[in-house]
T-cell receptor, first 113, second 115 residues
Framework: KAGVTQTPRYLIKTRGQQVTLSCSPI?????VSWYQQTPGQGLQFLFEYFSETQRNKGNFPGRFSGRQFSNSRSEMNVSTLELGDSALYLC????????????FGQGTRLTVV | AQSVAQPEDQVNVAEGNPLTVKCTYS??????LFWYVQYPNRGLQFLLKYITGDNLVKGSYGFEAEFNKSQTSFHLKKPSALVSDSALYFC?????????????FGPGTRLSVLP
């Protein structure tokens, strides 16, 4: 059974640019969540999608957005990149429900220069 | 508010010795607790979870965790540590303020197993 796939694995962008990250969940999982991981802030929740609808959003500025497609694949977009956006971005998929564990992809390492 | 604390930034243990990685939590309502491990440049791997039932939960790679409601703790344990267990460990709780749609993670504990 294939795991969660995130592309690309590494990205280098310049301040002010925008970037799109992609996540393919485990087959059958309809919930996809995104997290930002930095040394200073740890793991922080960005947003969660279920059946193409954003169900919940973390405390991030509007420059961070996402969407989910009918096949459950998800993308997140960051516009007007700032140096502080440099981080590991992790996607997680799961079955719906609070008792379900989430399965994480290997992440996309974004570096903003 | 939901929160998770991992009081130790770093835990060092000799190979073959038992290990414990500590976690305490603060939640409203029933706690749904999880442990994840992260190896360098990798995503998080699920180890185990507590939902209800027995306080001792067994998980992957020989890990187990003990849920203690009175102490609001969920410590991760392993009877005999391996060098390959060296990694970053995260305790997490479902954020019930948002109907459990996301996790709240602790800051992580770096485990070093010395040969």
């Amino acid at each position: 059974k294939a795991g969660v796939t995130q592309t690309p694995r590494y990205l280098i962008k310049t301040r002010g640019q925008q970037v799109t990250l992609s996540c393919s969940p485990i087959s059958g999982h309809r919930s996809v969540s995104w997290y930002q991981q930095t040394p200073g802030q740890g793991l922080q929740f960005l947003f969660e999608y279920f059946s193409e609808t954003q169900r919940n959003k973390g405390n991030f500025p509007g420059r961070f957005s996402g969407r989910q497609f009918s096949n459950s694949r998800s993308e997140m977009n960051v516009s007007t990149l700032e140096l502080g956006d440099s981080a590991l971005y992790l996607c997680a998929s799961s079955f719906a429900g609070v008792k379900s564990e989430a399965f994480f992809g290997q992440g996309t390492r974004l570096t903003v220069v | 508010a939901q929160s998770v604390a991992q009081p130790e930034d770093q835990v060092n243990v000799a190979e073959g010795n038992p290990l414990t990685v500590k976690c305490t939590y603060s939640v409203s309502g029933n706690p749904y607790l999880f442990w994840y491990v992260q190896y360098p440049n990798r995503g998080l791997q699920f180890l185990l979870k507590y939902i209800t039932g027995d306080n001792l939960v067994k998980g992957s790679y020989g890990f187990e965790a003990e849920f203690n409601k009175s102490q609001t703790s969920f410590h991760l344990k392993k009877p005999s540590a391996l060098v390959s267990d060296s990694a970053l460990y995260f305790c997490a709780v479902r954020d019930m303020r948002n109907y459990g749609q996301n996790f709240v993670f602790g800051p992580g504990t770096r485990l070093s197993v010395l040969p």
